[in-house]
């Protein structure tokens, strides 16, 4: 009986625990990290970021197109050193979301 339980307990830990981990999702359908709009002018700094970044290469949050002006579609980063829209630290653990560089069809995975 204790076993059985146990084993119950267990499969519901790891049953809410992935459901958490899904609903988790980094960035929304609309191209959003908490409340951020992913698309604009991008500074980076190395403290106290708007958004830790890991650059990846498969299974990205958002696809992200470098431009050198207008900005306007998510996923399209124009790098500026000042009159950023947000800031980002580039990590290799612990990423607030994995982003991928592309060279066309930029935006939300």
């Keep these: 009986m204790r076993c059985r339980i146990a084993s119950l307990i267990c499969f519901v830990m790891v049953m809410l625990y992935g459901t958490v981990a899904m609903a988790a999702s980094t960035v929304n359908a609309d191209g959003y990290y908490k409340g951020i709009k992913l698309c604009g002018k991008v500074k980076i700094v190395e403290h106290f ?3 830790k970044v890991k650059a990846v ?5 958002l696809r992200v197109k470098v431009v050198s002006s207008f900005p306007d579609d998510i996923g399209e980063w124009q790098f500026v050193e000042y009159g950023e829209d947000f800031t980002v630290q580039f990590v290799e653990s612990f990423p607030d979301i994995k982003i991928k560089f592309v060279n066309s069809f930029p935006g939300v995975e």
Excluded at 57 to 61: A, G, I, K, N, Q
């Design 49 to 51: 970021a708007d958004i």
């Design 57 to 61: 290469d498969s299974f990205p949050d």
